[in-house]
């Protein structure tokens, strides 16, 4: 279909060093060596150049290379992956380009390479400091190897951020309280805080009977202290599970909630594709999501409530014309302590974010 540009790109790099216990994520453990892997690199770089040849990424203005692990991979196919991204691309216009690793596989070299190429941000997958808990949750890094990444990526890199879990089988708020204080004594601008969500087939599933959880409200708990602690640090909560300094927000992730279009490349990988009539969702050729102009703006009233910003005035009223029922929904959503109004929007308060499933299913529902 004829379609708006897209504007975020998306790479799936597959592979790990081994599966973490809780992880139901489309990534299989491989060696570093296995000959699939240049195999499924150079599939990449013929998607990345037939897509440029095409035009299709000509508007895209942030990239993410997430799995898996795509530091797993090593120095190699990385810098070639990164190579055919600076050739097809205007680098220039793209004002973030994120790398997710893991302190397993992040090492010196790489992080010169990836910096040189064009990178400018860095994601790392720490979850906790606390090596018992890195143990149970089947991670394997300990607490002396996420330090040392931290401090190897910030050799190059302002911006990295880092991925805290809470709701861990064993963990309590106080050592929780620890990792969020870690983090911010190690430097980095940028924190992912959330709860360990259990799924179903998962080896931690399977012991979930052996080990002791957080409840919700205790998870609820460690939620609200990590708020606490990265407020009084300097970092901003801009939404649900983000917070960061000043000026360091994810761009990229900030494309997802706002509804603009992005591709995906690789297995697993989700292209969203949409004009002004309809919103399209595909993963390896299927389509997850069909949406007319109705649920489309019931989906951006959702995902607008992701973020601290929340739903604008004039958004909210330009998303009626097609949802006549969306602002009588707002006001009950205020009058049940979901939303506030500020600033001239529609904004989540804290209550709406821990009732989450009620305050994005109201919204959604909206077009059903
Ligand atoms: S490193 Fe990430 S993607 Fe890989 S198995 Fe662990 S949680 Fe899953």
Redesign the pocket.
Same mark, same amino acid.
């Given at each position: 279909m004829a379609h708006d540009p897209y504007e975020a790109l998306y790479i799936h790099i597959p592979f !790990?060093a081994s599966? !973490?216990a809780y !992880?139901d994520?489309d990534?299989l453990a491989y060696k570093a060596d296995d000959p699939y892997i240049p195999e499924y690199f150079e599939g990449l770089v013929a998607d990345i150049r037939r897509l440029a040849k095409e035009g299709e990424l000509a508007h895209i203005r942030t990239i993410y290379i997430g799995? *898996?692990?795509p530091t797993h991979v090593g120095q190699k196919h990385l810098t070639s992956l990164l190579y055919a991204i600076s050739v097809s691309l205007d680098l220039a216009q793209v004002q973030e380009l994120t790398v997710e690793a893991?302190p397993e596989s992040l090492t010196e070299p790489l992080v010169k390479d990836m910096w040189a190429l064009g990178v400018n941000r860095l994601s790392l *997958?720490v979850q906790t400091f606390d090596d018992g808990l890195l143990g149970t949750i089947g991670r394997i890094h300990d607490g002396k190897a996420a330090r040392r990444a931290i401090d190897i990526a910030r050799t190059r890199f302002e911006n990295v951020s880092i991925d805290l879990m809470c709701g861990l089988p064993g963990q309590d708020e106080e050592g929780f309280a620890r990792d969020v204080d870690e983090g911010i004594r190690s430097g980095v601008v940028h924190m992912s805080v959330y709860p360990l969500s259990l799924e179903k087939g998962t080896p931690l599933y399977r012991r979930r009977r052996k080990l002791s959880f957080p409840d919700e409200d205790a998870q609820a708990d460690m939620m609200e202290r990590a708020e606490l602690i990265l407020t009084e640090a300097g970092f901003e909560r801009y939404e649900v599970a983000s917070y960061a300094r000043p000026g360091f927000e994810s761009k990229h992730n900030r494309i997802y909630w706002e509804g603009v279009p992005y591709l995906g490349i690789g297995r697993s990988a989700v292209t969203m594709t949409q004009n002004a009539m309809r919103r399209m969702r595909v993963r390896d050729g299927v389509v997850e999501d069909d949406l007319d102009q109705a649920n489309m703006a019931a989906e951006d009233a959702m995902l607008a409530m992701r973020e601290v910003r929340g739903l604008s005035k004039e958004r909210a009223q330009a998303l009626a014309c097609v949802l006549p029922a969306l602002p009588a929904e707002l006001v009950r959503l205020k009058e049940r302590g979901l939303i506030e109004e500020r600033g001239g929007a529609w904004c989540p308060t804290k209550r709406g974010w821990l009732l989450g499933n009620e305050l994005f299913g109201a919204l959604m529902s909206l077009a059903s």
């Open positions: !790990c599966k !973490c !992880c994520f990534s799995g *898996g692990t893991n *997958g």
